[in-house]
């Protein structure tokens, strides 16, 4: 025999909508959250120096909350620390390639370019690079023993990378 889908409750549906008001909530506040960022860094942080840089790792550890949120996973510290070094890495070394790259032409290309030099740029690039290894190594250890099976994969790449900032690819 066929059995028929049960009516739902009252109580079932309260629940229902009490859930979706919440995600929409906070889907809203993460919404404002992030178009307040972006229009900050558009109007001001975009033309401060390394403040810039700071403001694009916020920005992807915004990002990656929201997806953990989004999906209904916990929110560990790794999660907030990875992408924040990860992103200081790629920012830093984007100013980096563009100094070297465009030398005295790199103010035109960005205003905030001209404080930025080569002389100060390669140490924060060495700063980031160790700092991101070591938020992933540990995050890796941590996590699950067999995350470090990819640590010479992820090491790699990550030289790579750096070798093609230094040259200024």
């Given at each position: 025999a066929s059995r028929?889908?049960?009516?739902?409750?009252?109580?079932?549906?309260?629940?229902?909508?009490k859930n979706m008001k919440r995600v929409i909530t906070i889907g809203i506040v993460?919404?404002?959250?992030?178009?307040?960022g972006f229009g900050v860094y558009t109007f001001f942080l975009?033309?401060?120096?390394?403040?810039?840089?700071?403001?694009?790792?916020?920005?992807?550890?915004?990002?990656?909350?929201?997806?953990?949120?989004?999906?209904?996973?916990?929110i560990s510290p790794w999660i907030i620390l990875c992408p924040f070094f990860l992103a200081i890495f790629l920012?830093?070394?984007?100013?980096h390639a563009d100094v070297i790259l465009l030398g005295k032409e790199a103010?035109?290309?960005?205003?905030?370019?001209?404080?930025?030099?080569?002389?100060?740029?390669?140490p924060l690039l060495v700063i980031a690079t160790?700092?991101?290894?070591l938020s992933y190594a540990l995050y890796s250890f941590q996590?699950?023993?067999?995350l470090l099976f990819t640590l010479p994969f992820?090491?790699?790449?990550?030289?790579?990378y750096f070798s093609f900032i230094v040259q200024g690819s």
């Open positions: 028929r889908p049960r009516p739902t409750t009252a109580f079932q549906d309260e629940g229902r909508y993460i919404l404002l959250v992030a178009a307040i975009k033309q401060e120096v390394f403040a810039d840089v700071i403001a694009i790792a916020v920005n992807f550890v915004i990002r990656s909350v929201s997806g953990a949120f989004i999906i209904n996973e916990a920012a830093v070394g984007k100013r103010e035109k290309s960005m205003t905030v370019l001209k404080y930025y030099t080569k002389e100060t740029t390669q160790t700092a991101f290894i996590s699950n023993h067999n992820a090491l790699y790449v990550i030289f790579r």
